[in-house]
């Protein structure tokens, strides 16, 4: 494989897309190895199918606010690869929406719904609708122009969408409602549905939780475990909010969270009330974690600044991508982190990602670290088929072996002479190997 005439080959025919070009080259470099042992998969053009979707749809949202002025959003929907079954993948609305951060999270699903061990393809979607300071009547008319679109384009065997940045339960009722009154039928259409209408139990705690528990696998192949560690962690939405509960339920401290506004360093750990107070700050609509300083005087905020200059233990990144850059790395190699686990997608830059891996700390990429989150939609897909809803035990029983088995192929994959596990490789061997040999038995098409 010639990686680098690939690589000028898809930037000459997408140019300016960095972060999926990022997210292509990542993939690409951890799996030449493989692929040049294994000539068929030249021939077949497996690399060239795999980093090009399928398909790309985009489509005008048009809606009216609450003052009866009407905005045009664009929306999408890409259909990456269904190899191993249905597109499947969240959708965004956040106004930093573009072509290349979805096909970057699309092309990243497929390596991490293969590592899940469910049978779905990779697909994402969403808006650079900006839901920040909107009222729940303009979120709910959105939602429903925007599926007047989608309903055509996806079904329970051709395309799952869920939630990711900007579309959580409320939305996703929405989505659905409007989903249901087009085609009159219930079906297992989306992902994250409320428990009343076809969810599933633990997934809102999935991402959050999935991530905790390969956070304690890896540290567990250095005999270490959770308990007694200081973690930093940003973001402050659906993942964050998972990851502080587990992590607090299996003796951590969580000492930050984060916003666009900076972020809060609370020595005295975030746990109890804190947890609960986390919630009504995403829900109060306001975009900044700085008012978590007035309510617990244990707090300081740090005003623009990212987290990775505490001194922690493990750092659990939950926001978005290219979040941690190669100085926030070296801070916390020098300030004793031993253990980077992502929660959010691609949140390391590239550069950060070499500084882990050269001080050989534990480092989890995110679409193996945060995989607890589409396999537990996974989970509510095949209760939806079924008719049946597990009770919580079950789908977290689920959930925690799905994940220690993501964590045994990194190993499988990525265990180095030396015995260091690059977990990077680990997972992007194994999620391509099984779509790319399934690509093979399928024929080009
Ligand atoms: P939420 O919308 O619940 O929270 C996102 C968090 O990131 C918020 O704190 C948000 O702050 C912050 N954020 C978003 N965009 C930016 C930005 N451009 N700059 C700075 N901060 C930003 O989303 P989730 O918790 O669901 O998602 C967080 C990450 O986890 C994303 O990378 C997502 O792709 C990934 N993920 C999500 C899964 C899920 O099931 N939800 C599954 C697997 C991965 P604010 O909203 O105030 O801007
Ligand atoms: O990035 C992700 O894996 C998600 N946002 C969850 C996707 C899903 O289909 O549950």
Known sequence: MNLEKLMIDLEKKHPGEVEYLQAVREVLESIEDVVNENP???????????????????????WVDDSGKVHVN?????????????????????????????????????????????????????????????SNAEIMRFCQSFMLELWKLIGPETDVPAGDIGVGGREI???????????????????????NWGGSLIRPEATGFGTVYFTEEMLKTQNDTIKGKTVAISGFGNVAWGAVQKINELGGKVVTLSGPDGYIYDPDGIKDEKIVYMLELRASNQDIVKPYSYEFQSAQFHQGKHPWEVKCDVAIPCATENELNKEDAENLIKNGCICVAEGANMPSTPEAIEVFQENKILYGPGKAVNAGGVATSGL?????????????????????????SIHESCVKYGKQEDGYIDYVKGANVAGFLKVANSMMDLGVV
């Open 74 to 134: 664009i929306g999408y929907r890409i259909q990456f690869n269904n190899a191993i079954g249905p597109y499947k993948g969240g959708l965004r609305f956040h106004p930093s929406v573009n072509l290349s951060i979805l096909k970057f999270l699309g092309f990243e699903q497929i390596f991490k719904n293969s590592l899940t061990t469910l049978p779905m393809g990779g697909g994402k979607g969403g808006s650079d609708f900006n839901p920040k300071g909107k």
């Open 40 to 62: 068929q998969f030249e021939s077949a053009g497996i690399i060239e199918r795999i980093i090009e979707p399928d398909r790309i749809f985009t489509f005008k949202v048009p």
């Open 173 to 195: 009722g929405y989505l659905f409602g409007m989903y249901k009154k087009l085609t009159n039928e219930h079906k297992g259409v989306l992902t994250g549905k409320g428990l």
């Open 380 to 404: 509510e897909m095949s209760q939806n088929s079924m008719k049946l809803n597990w009770p919580a035990s079950e789908v977290d029983d689920r959930l925690h072996h799905i994940m220690n």
